[in-house]
């Protein structure tokens, strides 16, 4: 009886410091919201962070529709991304570069899922809208982290901005056309304005040079779209 009770009493501490904590994360985490996510979960580094990583590859496998692994991926990008800005406030800047990559990977696998659910003919009008705002959301992050970050991280936070976003502005154009696309690349351009000179044109330098590229480049697809879909809680 008394070892029931002992464990009892153990396990009712335990908890209440759970819960003790919780509201200094919070405290921590309110102001950083990307979309629906607010928290990005268990961070890299952390021994129980492959966890995480089988959660998203069970979610992934047992949900069944382009549309949906579409959403999926995003939320994941999401909590990627408020992941990259909380490793930057505990100073583990070369553990947020290296998570850059795996932010990139979840968003293009949103968008090759999207474009895929396009094709199977369902109505993805409110995905692509959710894209677009969840990724200027994205930017914003990651743009107050790039302006902070050691010089040697920054160009891990470069690629996904400009990769993340080239990606999302041809989805707009082939999916709802090229007015709609250069419109999404205005209220980037808006955003980026708020940026340092250097930063933004190094950026806006990097967007056209891919434009560029994506013009004089053959239309094929990569047999690559869809690897961070495919591999939804991997970890670099």
């Not at 690349?185 to 940026?195: A, R």
Request: some cysteine; overall charge negative; proline content about 3%.
């Amino acid at each position: 009886m008394r070892k029931k009770v002992s464990v009892l009493l153990a396990s009712l501490l335990l908890v209440s410091l759970a819960f003790a904590t919780t509201p200094v994360w919070a405290q921590e985490e309110e102001d950083v919201a990307i979309g629906e996510v607010t928290d990005p979960g268990t961070l890299p580094g952390s021994p129980f962070y492959f966890m995480k990583t089988w959660g998203r590859a069970a979610s992934s496998f047992f949900t069944f529709n382009n549309q949906e692994k579409a959403e999926l991926a995003l939320r994941f990008a999401n909590e990627d991304a408020l992941a990259i800005n909380a490793l930057c406030e505990n100073g583990q800047y070369e553990l947020a570069e290296r998570h850059c990559e795996r932010f990139q990977e979840q968003f293009q696998g949103a968008l090759w899922r999207m474009e895929r659910a396009q094709e199977e003919g369902r109505d993805i009008e409110e995905l692509v809208e959710k894209l677009k705002d969840n990724q200027l959301r994205q930017q914003q992050v990651l743009a107050g982290l790039l302006e902070t970050v050691p010089e040697q991280a920054q160009e891990g936070f470069l690629n996904a901005m400009v990769n993340s976003s080239f990606g999302l502005q041809n989805a707009v154009g082939k999916i709802q056309g090229q007015q709609q696309m250069e419109q999404f690349q205005d209220k980037l351009n808006l955003q980026l304005g708020n940026m340092g000179e250097e930063t933004r044109l190094q950026i806006q330098e990097r967007l056209e040079a891919k434009h560029q590229a994506a013009d004089e480049a053959p239309d094929t697809e990569s047999p690559q779209q869809g690897h961070g879909q495919q591999n939804a809680g991997g970890n670099k």
